[in-house]
Each structure stands twice: as C-alpha cells, then as structure tokens.
C-alpha cells in the first residue's frame, strides 16, 4: 500500500482495537505492555499484544502478534499499524518488527504510535527501515 495520509480516520478505527489489545499484553516480566492494530489493504483489522516468556528472548512484540494473526487469516498486503504502549512518549516499532512488516507493506504503509500521555508519532515504514532486506 501507499502511505495512507488520513491520520485522524486511522486512530478513529484502530486505536480502540489497539486499547483492548493492550489490556491482554502478557508482559509480567518487563511490565511495558503494548498492543497494536493492524489494517490491511482490504480493510481488515488485527489485534496483537506483547508476549512475554521467562526465556526472555521467545519473547514477541505487538507488531509481530497482529502482523502473523493478518498472514495466518489469509492476509498478505498490510496499509497501517497503530501502537500504543506504556512509555511516556511514543516509540516506533522494533528493528525485528519493522523487517516483518516490510515484507507485506507493498509501497509503503503508515506507522501510528502513542505513548502514555495520548501523544503520537506518524512515520512511513520506509523512513524507519528504508533498506529492508527482500528477495528481488
Ligand atoms: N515491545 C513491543 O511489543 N513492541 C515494541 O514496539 C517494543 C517492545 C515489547 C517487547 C517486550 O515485551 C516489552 O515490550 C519490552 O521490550
């Protein structure tokens, strides 16, 4: 997908999904919980949280949960992502993350974060991994 610019209409549809998400995050052991909501080219919503694991690297981010959800139901171009988390002000999606969502972000896709204090960040996924590693 392109960068989608309409900002306010994406946190309308994908900030309460992310909300919800949030409250399910398993994250006993660094108690930073996110969640995400993803919408795909067809206008599909996915709903991911963190999951922690005593094995501390199993762990899987919010971005990776909704992203895996949208593929398993039969997804394969993605247009947006909103996060929100517990830090003070908003955070981009992990280097891991940022990879696995450019392997289903066609063009471009468009990155909502917001922090604790409701603020955001909007990014293009090419601004925050303009060389992603694809077979071409
Ligand atoms: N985490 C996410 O879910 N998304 C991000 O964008 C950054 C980090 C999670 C992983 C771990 O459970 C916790 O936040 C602290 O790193």
């Given at each position: 997908m392109e960068f989608d610019q309409n900002i306010d209409g994406l946190v309308e549809k994908l900030l309460p999904v992310a909300r919800e998400a949030q409250k399910k995050?398993?994250?006993?052991?660094?108690?930073f919980r996110v969640g995400a909501a993803l919408l795909t080219d067809g206008g599909r919503v996915f709903a991911g949280c963190n999951v922690e694991n005593a094995?501390?690297?199993?762990t899987v981010c919010a971005e990776r949960t909704a992203a895996f959800k949208a593929i398993c139901e039969?997804?394969?171009?993605?247009?947006a992502i909103l996060l929100v988390s517990d830090s003070e002000e908003p955070v981009p999606p992990c280097g891991a993350c940022l990879q696995v969502l450019a392997e289903f972000s066609g063009e471009d896709m468009t990155v909502i974060s917001i922090g604790k204090k409701g603020d955001r960040a909007v990014y293009r996924l090419s601004e925050l991994i303009p060389r992603a590693f694809k077979f071409r």
């Open positions: 995050a398993y994250a006993p052991y660094s108690q094995s501390y690297g199993l039969g997804e394969r171009v993605f247009r």
